[in-house]
């Protein structure tokens, strides 16, 4: 367990870092190689939803959101 409160905000930072990471790469998967029988419409609301949880947790690292939001502007079908 952290011992402050500041060691409680980098446990938060290194949580939200993580969470990025795994939605950024789990979307780069899905663009790349959807799972079988997803729909256009399901590989849509699959990007939507995780911008929606990045959106979130904006501010915690900059770069990534960069890297997240080009990759975004990919969607499928637009």
Avoid: C
């Amino acid at each position: 367990m952290p011992k402050s409160t500041t060691d409680l905000g980098l446990v938060i930072r290194a949580a939200h870092f993580a969470a990025h990471k795994h939605k950024d790469q789990r979307r780069k998967d899905a663009k790349a190689s959807p799972p079988a029988g997803w729909s256009l419409a399901r590989r849509q609301q699959y990007f939507d939803w995780a911008k929606a949880v990045v959106d979130q947790a904006r501010g915690v690292n900059p770069q990534l959101e960069r890297v997240f939001d080009r990759l975004y502007r990919q969607r499928p079908g637009g």
